[in-house]
């Protein structure tokens, strides 16, 4: 599978719908990024049931703006709707392996009744 690039118009739904998104934030210039993005890509063929997307955060500054990236490239994983990973810096295969084993291992039912707590805190 190839990765998706990403605009302020497909960002959103994207990373809302069912499953596993990984966002990659990036810039050409970037020299790290330029390291992460066949990692990245490699990743992407492995893990065929995995929406691999991309943002280039020069083209999309606003969307980059948004998503409050201060460093790239960024890594965003998204379940189910739900941001669950957020991390700077450009990760060895090894560990972007790691990062997606974990999101899949998570209990998405314990994830949201702890966002519901969370809400619940914040409304009192």
Known sequence: ?????????????????DGIVLVDFW?????????FAPVFEQASSTHADIVFAKVDTQA??????????????????????????????ALP???LDKVIAAVRDLDMDEVSAQLSEQDREVAR
Request: aromatic letters at 8%; proline letters at 5%; charged letters at 15%.
């Open 27 to 35: 810039a050409s210039w970037c020299g790290p990024c330029r390291m």
């Open 1 to 17: 599978m190839t990765t998706v690039n990403l605009t302020s118009e497909t960002f959103f739904p994207t990373v809302r719908s």
């Open 60 to 89: 999309e500054q606003d969307l980059a703006a948004q998503a409050a990236i201060t460093s790239i490239p960024t890594l965003m994983a998204f379940r189910d709707g739900v941001l669950v990973f957020a991390q700077a810096g």
């Open 93 to 95: 295969a090894a560990e």
